[in-house]
């Protein structure tokens, strides 16, 4: 069961915030503080408007917020012995049967909208196979594997091409310094996928546009030339040429 919750942020009663976050907390002060948080209110074409519901979306506190709040649903569908994964509002029910599945679907979609007072975005959650691949924050999960979704891949690479266009006039390291803080994140966010493949293939792309700033760089035949004695390569270098 691929489940989505419409404006989970927008829609928490928060009452039952404070409520779940007493359970632990019993410092008056800080319950007084995320009152306040939550009853900040927001601005609207620059007028000020009361939230008397939802928590400030983007808020620094709101994702926290919003665990503490569907950790409810969570334990209670454990104690249902179903399998799930959730992230924020992003949630997966693992089944062994169509029928099996119905009836988790059936059972959440009571306990977010009548107890937790939430929206089941009905138009993206349905039921499907792995063998149909579940696509879930970035990857696609299948039966026996799991990859990458092409979209992520896609504006992946956009991003990367912002960075090393050939006329950027930078140099070659500051290119790779600002290169790596997203290649680490990208590639440890996705190392739980099957995608050495997909990295190899990014890597030996991404290595063809830096040697092209490079070589728009030296600008001139010589430089390149020189660079390769340095390297130990021996002249004449009768094959290679630079582009015009």
Not at 115 to 129: A, E, M, P, Q, Y
Not at 225 to 230: D, G, I, V, Y
Request: charged content about 30%.
């Amino acid at each position: 069961v691929d489940m989505d919750l419409s404006k989970c942020f927008d829609l928490l009663d928060q009452e039952l915030i404070l409520t779940s976050i007493s359970r632990r907390v019993k410092d008056g002060s800080i319950l007084k503080l995320i009152k306040q948080f939550l009853e900040s209110g927001v601005i609207v074409g620059g007028n000020w408007q009361a939230t008397v519901t939802g928590g400030p979306q983007g808020g620094v506190i709101s994702p926290l917020i919003a665990n503490i709040y569907l950790d409810a649903f969570d334990q209670e569908m454990k104690r249902r012995n179903h399998r799930m994964v959730r992230y924020a509002d992003d949630i997966l029910i693992l089944c062994r049967s169509r029928k099996g599945a119905e009836n988790a679907l059936k059972q959440a979609t009571k306990l977010l909208e009548k107890d937790l007072k939430l929206t089941v975005n009905r138009s993206k959650t349905h039921i499907t196979h792995s063998d149909d691949g579940v696509k879930f924050l970035g990857v696609e999960i299948g039966s026996n594997y799991t990859t990458i979704q092409a979209k992520k891949l896609k504006s992946f690479k956009v991003q990367l091409k912002a960075l090393t266009k050939r006329n950027g006039g930078k140099p070659l390291q500051r290119v790779i310094k600002e290169l790596n803080p997203k290649l680490r994140g990208f590639s440890q966010y996705f190392r739980i996928a099957n995608a050495s493949n997909e990295f190899k293939k990014l890597a030996a792309w991404l290595r063809r546009r830096l040697r092209s700033i490079q070589l728009r760089l030296w600008k001139k035949p010589g430089r390149l030339h020189q660079r390769l004695k340095q390297l130990g390569y021996k002249p004449p270098f009768k094959f290679i040429q630079m582009m015009k």
